[in-house]
């Protein structure tokens, strides 16, 4: 059985080398659905809760809200953080409470106190795809995720990986050590 969840990612971006709307900066508001897929956990009668699915990407992806997505050899790149550099807000603002750990993949690097995450690829929805799944793998047994933003939509499906141990009291997955990171139970 799954546990769908969706989360709303507001970013800017432009398509650099496209020839025609996109190439030049504009926003979206996306949307991403992620479903999980495990065996119900009796004692809570469910996958996955779905807050806590929300909670373990958010982590990660509220690198992506409000930020401005560029590929790593687009000219605005340089430009952006001399003026960022210039504002005195290229190493964070105070104020910049929405900020996630930084990350590095192969894909993408997440730049959290200057709301900037540059990417290998051009930002399109199947790219925003392979990224989250790169950093979402290990955390999360994905079978499927689902990005839309505009009018465009991308959908990819992965082989689900061996069932989670699970708390029987909240659902959510053990640590390594078998215990729960939410309530403490013990295995």
């Known amino acids: ?6 989360l709303e ?7 650099f080398g496209f020839k025609g709307e996109a190439q030049y900066l504009h926003g979206h508001t996306g949307i991403l659905t992620i479903e999980v897929e495990d065996t119900i956990e009796p ?17 990660v992806l509220k690198n992506f809200d409000h930020a ?4 790593e050899d687009d000219p605005l790149l340089p ?10 807000i290229k190493n964070g603002a105070p104020t910049n409470k929405m900020k996630g750990p930084a990350f590095k993949t192969e894909l993408a690097t997440a730049y959290p106190e200057c709301r900037l995450v540059v990417t ?23 079978v499927k995720l689902t990005f839309t933003s505009g009018v465009n939509a991308a959908s990819q499906e992965y082989e689900p990986k061996e069932s989670k141990d ?16 939410k309530c403490g139970y013990k295995k």
């Open 1 to 6: 059985m799954r546990s769908i969840t969706k």
């Open 9 to 15: 990612l507001q970013y800017a971006h432009r398509f």
């Open 43 to 59: 004692g809570v009668n469910m996958v996955f809760p779905c807050n806590e699915i929300q909670k373990t990407a958010w982590e």
């Open 68 to 71: 401005l997505i560029l590929r």
């Open 79 to 88: 430009a952006i953080l001399q003026v960022y550099e210039a504002q005195g």
């Open 120 to 142: 290998k690829e051009t930002m399109t929805v199947e790219g925003m795809i392979k990224i989250v799944y790169e950093l979402l793998k290990d955390k999360l047994n994905i």
């Open 166 to 181: 699970r708390c029987p009291l909240c659902g959510i997955a053990l640590n390594e050590n078998g215990v729960c990171p």
